[in-house]
């Protein structure tokens, strides 16, 4: 089965900090995403990576940037928190074949006080 | 662009009744559905997607979709509901020409009553 892990299940962060969650698959994919769900609003791409070292922005990279520098892992980075990036935040891994099925982690609740 | 929207916020369904949640999208070509289901504190799994070829999909847990280009739509049903299958579905479009990204609807909470 692939799996799909996060760091954290639940973090709580001061406004300004910097905030790194991380994730890791086991399944040898190429692509891996960062989404944050928010309720009503399903889920929102931040950014995207399709290969080590490469990324794309999706919807929503304002305040956020990645990092990939081995394939099973992809971190998000919040340079400097602030309260409206309280949210969950998802991560998913899929196959390099097209639109092929993303597998996601449980997901980490942050919040930003 | 594409997007996708899902009508129903909520549905309160009594267990054994069917259920049907909507999902209509725009997008300009053929594009790519799916549904993924996210139990309570769990990630999104998929039940079913449609790339092409025979327009009812069949998915895991017993569910299935039908593809109506005519309508924009690709509604998910269940004959029969469980209480398992309490939890909140998304449904999502993707596209090669829009670089394999999927773009989600908001989400049906689905409540099962005993």
């Known amino acids: 089965d692939v799996k799909v892990t996060q760091s954290s299940r639940y973090l709580v962060k001061r406004t300004g900090e910097k905030v790194f969650l991380e994730c890791v698959q086991d399944m040898d994919h190429e692509n891996m995403f960062w989404y944050r769900q928010d309720p009503g609003l399903g889920l929102r791409l931040i950014y995207f990576?399709?290969?080590?070292?490469?990324?794309e922005k999706g919807d929503i990279p304002e305040g956020y940037s990645v990092s990939r520098e081995k394939k099973e892992r992809f971190s998000l980075i919040l340079e400097s928190a602030s309260t409206n990036q309280t949210s969950m935040y998802l991560c998913?891994?899929?196959?390099?074949?097209?639109?092929?099925?993303?597998?996601f982690g449980p997901g980490t609740r942050l919040t930003v006080l | 662009a594409q997007s996708v929207t899902q009508p129903d916020i909520h549905i309160t369904v009594s267990e054994g009744a069917s259920l049907e949640l909507r999902c209509n999208y725009s997008?300009?070509?053929?594009?790519?559905l799916f549904w993924y289901v996210q139990s309570p504190g769990q990630g999104l799994q998929l039940l079913l997607k449609?790339?092409?070829?025979?327009?009812l999909v069949q998915g895991i847990k017993g569910f299935e979709a039908e593809f109506k280009r005519s309508q924009s739509s690709f509604n998910l049903r269940k004959p029969s509901v469980h209480w398992s299958d309490a939890a909140e579905y998304f449904c999502a479009v993707g596209a090669v020409a829009a670089g394999n990204k999927l773009t989600f609807g908001g989400g049906t909470r689905v409540l099962v009553k005993p």
């Open positions: 998913a891994s899929s196959s390099l074949a097209g639109l092929d099925t993303q597998y």
């Open positions: 449609y790339f092409s070829g025979d327009t």
């Open positions: 990576s399709y290969d080590v070292k490469m990324k």
């Open positions: 997008y300009g070509a053929t594009p790519y």
